[in-house]
């Protein structure tokens, strides 16, 4: 089987095991590498917004909820790196549907930093008056990161948390509505590029 569809089941099937998939080596190490000199750049020229929450009608600016900054990623801005990322997802999302029957029909990524004290509280990823967001998608551009680094994804499961480092090249999926999760706090700028694959 050609390696991306390894790596694509395999986030898949653990997603259906546990409802968490973990891919390790989702991202190859050159195009995370690429991805965090993008987010890199972007911090050094500027262009990092504070992250809000809420949806594009009422963005609240909370520092003491989220702390993280972000870039949304798009392929107009003709980024060979932001590119070959896109290619990767649409290959991924071609493969959930044609294997799932997911029905997903689109997709929003960005960038995120969290600086060194860092969070996210815990959340879900759905808007309460747009559900269009299907599943959640984390991917981490985190070389020599070590336990006592921090910045865990931790999921809350009905009945046990589940705490995932942000190491190089993983991916994590999960379904938007369902997870309840958050960002614990970091003791090390932490980047990735997380996002959700959509319906309507
Ligand atoms: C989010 C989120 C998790 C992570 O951006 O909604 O929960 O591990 N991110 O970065
Ligand atoms: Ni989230």
Redesign the pocket.
């Known amino acids: 089987m050609p390696y991306l569809q390894t790596i694509f089941n395999e986030l898949i099937d653990s997603y259906i095991d546990n409802k968490v998939g973990i891919a390790k080596d989702f991202l190859s190490a050159p195009l995370a590498s690429n991805l965090k000199a993008n987010l890199m750049s972007l911090l050094a020229t500027n262009q990092l917004l504070s992250a809000g929450t809420g949806n594009d009608t009422k963005v609240v600016h909370d520092q003491l909820y989220r702390s993280?900054s972000i870039y949304w990623l798009d392929r107009k801005h003709n980024d060979p790196h932001e590119n070959d990322f896109f290619d990767l997802m649409d290959q991924f999302v071609e493969h959930l549907n044609r294997t799932c029957y997911t029905g997903i029909t689109g997709y929003e990524f960005h960038y995120?930093l969290y600086q060194s004290g860092s969070f996210?509280k815990k959340?879900f990823?759905q808007f309460r008056n747009n559900s269009s967001r299907q599943y959640?998608m984390?991917m981490y551009l985190n070389t020599n990161w070590t336990s006592g680094d921090g910045g865990e994804?931790r999921i809350h499961n009905t009945d046990h948390e589940q705490d995932i480092a942000?190491t190089n090249g993983k991916s994590?999926f999960f379904k938007s509505s369902e997870l309840e999760?958050?960002?614990l706090l970091t003791n090390k700028p932490r980047m990735?590029v997380?996002g959700w694959l959509k319906v309507g």
Do not use: F, G, Q, R
Request: hydrophobic fraction near 35%; aromatic fraction near 6%; glycine fraction near 0%.
């Open positions: 993280d995120a996210y959340h990823d959640s984390i994804l942000p994590v999760h958050e960002v990735s997380t």
